[in-house]
């Protein structure tokens, strides 16, 4: 059984029995390209039409057996690539790159990278020519322990590396049984922070595609707090195309408070901006380097 439910121009996709995404019978950790060309299209006019900007949720979006796969082997330990934040705006929160990960959970990120993929991606963000990330910059498993948040932000618009624009974000969530109280809500707030559109319950493979720029606030700034000390979990993808320009301005993470909160100013990132505005290139890096080690004492 297939239903559909609109809610304040979020389309949530609801089924009982299978996948959003077949199941490849050889390897469900491979899309065939075949089964999912088309794959997507039927989102594409409600995801346009998104609010405050363009997305969609869709839910039980990978095959049951790729979801249990990925929670029984969610990495427990940091990875050499991976990363951790601890500061106001990114609190108690873990990355791991999958190029660490077990060759079954490699694969898998591979796949989220092919063609057949892909190809789901612009069907329903009716944007074509995406280009998948072989680095993973930011991407992978995301963590968030017990009293973590993150702020309300719009994200880094430039991959440097290959001189790409960031256009779409892609979250699979991975909490079974999550409920509100536990915190971690995706929210979507306007551009100016006067409203939160939508907050979204991270439910274990809820998947959560928008279209990034400067204006796409959102974050999970309700500190997560699961009664039996759970982590949030979940998987990151990022896409991208080659419309990056000259005119453009090369931006790392804007964070942005919500009116009314204790949300802290990120004042690193407008001091570093700054910074590399206003002096040459060389004495920038230094000055900025220098700044970091000095915060890090």
Not at 19 to 48: C, H, I, M, R, T
Not at 263 to 280: L, N, Q
Request: hydrophobic share 35%; proline share 8%.
């Amino acid at each position: 059984m297939l239903s559909w439910i609109p809610i304040r121009n979020v389309v949530w996709y609801s089924h009982c029995v299978m996948a959003y995404l077949p199941a490849n019978p050889d390897d469900p950790f491979v899309f065939d390209y075949s089964a999912v060309k088309d794959l997507g299209k039927e989102f594409q006019a409600s995801y346009a039409a998104g609010d405050p900007f363009p997305h969609v949720v869709i839910d039980n979006f990978l095959p049951e057996q790729v979801i249990d796969y990925v929670l029984d082997n969610f990495p427990s330990k940091l990875d050499p690539d991976g990363r951790e934040f601890d500061r106001d705006q990114e609190r108690h929160k873990r990355s791991y790159h999958p190029d660490h990960l077990t060759p079954r959970l490699r694969h898998l990120f591979y796949s989220f990278n092919s063609r057949p993929f892909i190809r789901i991606v612009e069907n329903i963000t009716g944007i074509k020519g995406l280009i998948p990330d072989p680095y993973f910059l930011g991407a992978g498993f995301h963590e968030i322990r017990t009293g973590g948040h993150l702020s309300m932000h719009a994200d880094f618009n430039h991959h440097v590396p290959m001189n790409l624009e960031r256009r779409v974000n892609l979250l699979v969530y991975l909490n079974r049984d999550w409920k509100p109280e536990y915190g971690g809500q995706l929210e979507l707030w306007t551009t100016d922070m006067t409203r939160q559109a939508h907050s979204i319950v991270p439910l274990v493979n809820r998947c959560a595609i928008f279209t990034t720029t400067h204006q796409s606030m959102h974050g999970n700034p309700q500190p997560v707090a699961h009664p039996s000390d759970v982590s949030r979990k979940s998987i990151a993808l990022y896409y991208y195309t080659s419309t990056w320009g000259d005119q453009q301005v090369s931006k790392s993470t804007q964070f942005y408070t919500r009116p009314g909160t204790t949300d802290a100013t990120d004042w690193r990132i407008r001091t570093e901006e700054a910074i590399t505005e206003y002096f040459p290139p060389v004495l920038a890096r230094k000055m900025i380097g220098l700044r970091r080690r000095l915060q890090q004492r």
